[in-house]
């Protein structure tokens, strides 16, 4: 796994300690020539521009781009701290994905346009630039049949289709899931033949530990 | 319905005989003060570029944007016929969109971005412009139970919710009717309130009685 | 007054009961008739990035940046409460500002480049389209001789020339103050001979009466 | 001969067998270390196209941008069968292509503007980047002293100056060997001291033998 | 003739006397309801930025690029100079200009591609916009069959057509005529049904006469 | 001192002798290892343009656009006559000029904004990009305490602290040295922990001692 899309939840940018650990992370992997393209999650800012957004009477498409500012001003301030290494300006869609690609430099991007979230945009990328893997930072350490903060029996999944989850998706209503799992995302994944690796955005460690060892995911969801 | 969405088929661009009715139909709805945004499909023109690039092993998002440009390459034609009145160049995303509904003028799109087909798309620019009533000129007259060219009890819906159309959805799986109906578009549908009024594109008199007389949609989806 | 440029703090952006009652305050203007650019500034959002930024190391021209794309993402929000009369996307230089300008719509800009506070940039623009007058919507109610905070002798200046403010600026040193004051903001508004009325953001009906009655300006900063 | 500029007749995207061959023997050459500015031609779809456009009343600049669509969309296609070592997205005028060359990568371009057919794109391109042998597989392979269809007495030429062929050109109406041999893509070819080696596209055996070989060409149009 | 292309010769930019003549008058027609897209000539400063940078080297297609970009630097000028009805920035292709015309500013252009006089833009933006008759002020007062500076036996030409003019242009070789009479620019002109009136730049009331009264173009060519 | 900002006086661009020089020069430095960004002036260009624009009553910020395009035209022409190693097209903003930058081709640039002179350019591209050293090619060969061209008694600074300079510049009011001094650019500098090296531009030598063998400037002027 030289070459992966590191999807990076916006939760990461509200924590003062995390972020640090992961700019010196990305720059230790891009130097011993891992290739990556990052992608930026909104976190809380883009939930709180949304949520005033919305007392304001704004529509959802609208919302839907505040959100994706707010990404991409996480995508910035990332793309800053690695100026030497990263490819700036931003890029706001595929075309200028594939161009900024196109320079050898490590590319950070937010989101792209309002109805799809910063999940799909990683399929998407990922799948236009022929990358194979995903590696999802998230605000969770694993995928689980439903959610273990409230469900005792929840189950942790450590491998699991997408075809699967797909179906445990259907049949289950969590609220607050929607960045890691939507199911648009994962039908992209799916034609694009990506594996997803699910580790904590929490724990650093687990993500060196993936790319180095191969080990450390949460679950590993697989196309087929 | 002073002000909508015309959605077009690609199949109208495939047809010579309705491209100049369409033309007409469409200036003289706008010199009668209607205002709209036409989204045009890709037709067999996406669909032959997709299948070359396909055989050539072009990943899946390359290929959507190979459609997105046919669909765009429908929208200039169809803008350039109506240069009088219509906004160019051709809006490629939600922004230009905004700021070429900005000039008052007749505004004409294709698609956006991999991942979206031009139905999704026709949602979200009438959520961002407010728009409330969406046209679907299709290449069939009606929403049916099941596909009627094939299924002899196949049931015409004249009016039907946009949850009870998703449920029907899930349980068949009628291929080619995705320009139309993909829970995606759906989706936005009913987060932006939009109705839709599907008519056939193949009777351009459909169209006209539907906005000036309220009457001939073959299929009313509603949000609730 | 028909016309003026209207900077508004980025503190308006912090504040849940405020931004509101802007909003309303500037359709209402515009219905009026009155005509304006705003400019909006980057807050607490901008200072958090900012300070992110800086314990990562970024350097100053980046750190500006940040701040600017803060300050557009709150042009963003309140263009999208404003969708109905305000431009989008949001203008990011003087060249699309011009060209937003000639649609004959609200124009809403926050930073342009790196290097530039937002008061200067309101009044490069002010400069640009011929605009005289410039209304700072600012974090203090008027101009003092030195921070009344903190010095119980400062003095209010109802009026003062834009040449005695850079004399009394370049005699003391209050931090903070930057937003409203900084001298290059003044030496721009100086060659375009611009008045700016300074009223505090925490008191809209300020606002309200110094555009209806001319009264209200905590200060007049005259360009002679 | 280890850079040049590489015309493709729009033809070869009518043709099913010949486009894989003419991607297979790109990336070969690319990968044996010769670098090219392809031009692709916007062949039958273009004419279709403009056709339709005619018969619609539109304007003969706003043809030349459906023809320039066109043949952006086979740039495109081609383009991404060749992703891994292609620029993308397509540049659309000089500047785009100056800056996509400078990444190093293959450079594929279809139409800049109207008034310019892709045969002049083609030297135009030459001369901005300073390449000075430009391949033309054309639908036909070789230049004649009239139509080899039509006329028996029709002469091969092996090789001719500019001059020699602008003086044939004045003396003859040949129509639809416009893209080969429009004067104004042959004024700039003087100009830019170009050698333009005319090869039939439906040999790509005869580009591969000019290339490693040298030999093969049906015609050499020598700039003096 | 309330809607005409007016193509000014970069000699007027030179000329600091009959610089604010045009700009009051276009001031004028324009408040008096006349409606005009402006071409300017790139003029001296054109030619001593490609004269250095032919001594410097630089190949053709770069130094028209030099051409183009004075140009605009002169459109640039005049559009400031009348800020207050023109569109700003200047268009830069075919695209550009079109959604600055629809607006219904002024709008003002140079050059837009290498390899295309600003004659020819004139004519490709006339036919793109569906104008019919452009006024050429042009620094000669009217179209002479030889250079009437160098030959005595020179015939003004009062009316002509294109092809006649075509047929005049083949038969002479007169130097420094290029930017009023290339080929490429008359051929545009004919296929776009455009009538060329030709005005001496040196003589504003010549303009004033032709727009007001129909009178005192110098020659007026039609294209049949 | 292998990476460097190179800021070139306007005056170079006024002078057929010294601007081949500088173009073999650059060239030199570029092939021999040295990466630098080059930011040229306005010159003769921009005033003059500047002049007939204050004539014909355009605002400042326009003028000063009106500089900053003549500035990018030297930058054009510089970069045409490098083409085989530098950027094209100019980038217009620190974000394109970042992008630029990540090429690894010589990038060069002419002015940003309104309000900003071509020296602020200069101190905020080093900033972004992480240079420590700009070298001045002025229109005169050192800092002087007052104008030697006046003032028998001016002293020539060989070394001085940004502070210093500030002092002195507050004290007297030289014209005509805003291109070299400006307080804003100075402070961005000062900021930016920036060294400049004063050199005159007529003395193309003085550049090439101070690059190879680190002296040669008139002034060396510090941070700190």
Same mark, same amino acid.
């Given at each position: 796994?030289?070459?992966?899309?590191?999807?990076?939840?916006?939760?990461?940018?509200?924590?003062?300690?995390?972020?640090?650990?992961?700019?010196?992370?990305?720059?230790?992997?891009?130097?011993?020539?891992?290739?990556?393209?990052?992608?930026?999650?909104?976190?809380?800012?883009?939930?709180?521009?949304?949520?005033?957004?919305?007392?304001?009477?704004?529509?959802?498409?609208?919302?839907?781009? &505040? *959100? !994706?500012?707010?990404?991409?001003?996480? #995508?910035?301030?990332? $793309?800053?701290?690695? /100026? =030497?290494?990263?490819?700036?300006?931003?890029?706001?869609?595929?075309?200028?994905?594939?161009?900024?690609?196109?320079?050898?430099?490590?590319?950070?991007?937010?989101?792209?346009?309002?109805?799809?979230?910063?999940?799909?945009?990683?399929?998407?990328?990922?799948?236009? &630039? *022929? !990358?194979?893997?995903?590696?999802?930072? #998230?605000?969770?350490? $694993?995928?689980?049949? /439903? =959610?273990?903060?409230?469900?005792p029996t929840a189950k942790r999944l450590e491998r699991v289709t997408i075809d699967e989850l797909?179906?445990?998706?259907?049949?289950?209503?969590?609220?607050?899931?929607?960045?890691?799992?939507?199911?648009?995302?994962?039908?992209?994944?799916?034609?694009?033949? !990506?594996?997803?690796?699910?580790?904590?955005?929490?724990?650093?460690?687990?993500?060196?530990?993936?790319?180095?060892?191969?080990?450390?995911?949460?679950?590993?969801?697989?196309?087929?």
């Amino acid at each position: 796994m030289k070459t992966f899309t590191l999807k990076l939840s916006g939760h990461l940018f509200d924590n003062a300690d995390l972020l640090p650990t992961y700019v010196n992370l990305i720059r230790e992997l891009w130097v011993n020539g891992y290739r990556m393209v990052v992608v930026t999650g909104g976190g809380s800012l883009a939930r709180r521009y949304i949520e005033i957004g919305r007392s304001l009477g704004i529509n959802e498409s609208l919302l839907d781009m &505040l *959100g !994706i500012l707010a990404s991409r001003l996480n #995508a910035q301030l990332l $793309a800053s701290a690695l /100026s =030497d290494i990263a490819y700036l300006p931003i890029p706001t869609d595929i075309n200028t994905t594939l161009s900024a690609w196109a320079t050898g430099r490590l590319v950070i991007v937010g989101g792209f346009q309002p109805g799809q979230s910063t999940a799909t945009v990683a399929m998407l990328v990922s799948e236009a &630039l *022929g !990358i194979k893997n995903l590696v999802d930072c #998230a605000n969770i350490d $694993a995928v689980y049949t /439903s =959610d273990p903060r409230r469900d005792p029996t929840a189950k942790r999944l450590e491998r699991v289709t997408i075809d699967e989850l797909m179906g445990i998706l259907k049949s289950r209503t969590v609220a607050g899931t929607y960045d890691l799992l939507d199911p648009w995302a994962l039908s992209i994944a799916q034609r694009g033949k !990506i594996t997803i690796h699910v580790v904590s955005c929490n724990n650093p460690d687990a993500l060196r530990r993936l790319i180095s060892e191969g080990v450390g995911a949460g679950t590993v969801i697989t196309p087929s």
